[in-house]
């Protein structure tokens, strides 16, 4: 990566739906210097894709919650069976595994309390392994980024 490319990403991250013509005006480049610049990220993997970011309480999903898990042992399977559980959950929006007193850290988002209070009760407390969870309810966003500082 050169500062070109630390460009692109830059402008991709702030704007995902801009034109190849505008992105290139923007840094410099010629529009097919561009296009392969942005084409050679892609299949590299740097760009993982593009999306749309939403308003969570515009779409009832406002109700955010940081959940600490702790497994009963450090079994390869049991961490991996974990895994496997909450990929498919959509209410799960992140997961990390961590050093320290927890597993992992997951950030639900839900409509509300009851929600959550199923998800507790009809998922994650029926995951074999699953030994402690410890819920940290976000009460308002104070900042939400997701563009890397590149």
């Not at 500062?3 to 830059?10: E, G, M, P, Q, V």
């Not at 991709?12 to 529009?31: F, K, W, Y």
């Not at 749309?52 to 009963?72: E, K, Y």
Request: proline content about 4%.
């Amino acid at each position: 990566m050169d500062a070109y490319d630390s460009k692109i990403l830059r402008v991709l991250q702030r704007d995902g739906r801009i034109t190849n013509q505008q992105l290139a005006e923007e840094v410099g480049l010629s529009p097919a210097a561009s296009w392969r610049r942005v084409k050679a990220m892609e299949e590299s993997g740097i760009i993982r894709g593009y999306g749309a970011q939403l308003d969570p309480q515009a779409v009832n999903l406002g109700f955010c919650v940081l959940l600490n898990v702790s497994l009963t042992r450090h079994a390869k399977e049991v961490a991996q069976n974990f895994i496997e559980a909450v990929q498919d959950r959509p209410e799960v929006l992140q997961c990390w595994a961590l050093t320290g007193d927890y597993d992992f850290t997951l950030r639900i988002v839900v409509p509300d309390i009851n929600a959550f209070d199923h998800f507790l009760e009809d998922f994650i407390f029926t995951i074999p392994g699953v030994s402690q969870v410890k819920s940290n309810i976000a009460l308002r966003e104070i900042k939400n980024e997701t563009a890397l500082p590149v």
